[in-house]
């Protein structure tokens, strides 16, 4: 499954990572392409390689949505 991380952060800092097919998936100028994973839990470690707080998204990535 390919995975996106959210440019922008949200109100509470955190940039949310997302699947492909998500609905919340932010416009393509807003989102960095994180690569194809196995489980969210995977791109969202490779998210915080590029910023400080990442968390799933609540919709598509639940298992690794924290805040």
Do not use: I, W
Not at 15 to 31: D, K
Request: net charge neutral; glycine share 6%.
């Amino acid at each position: 499954m390919r995975f996106y991380v959210n440019k922008n952060a949200q109100l509470n800092g955190d940039h949310e990572v997302h699947r492909s097919t998500c609905g919340c998936l932010p416009n393509v100028e807003n989102r960095l392409f994180l690569g194809d994973f196995t489980t969210s839990h995977q791109a969202v470690r490779e998210a915080a390689r590029y910023y400080t707080k990442v968390d799933g998204c609540v919709h598509c990535c639940p298992e690794s949505h924290n805040s």
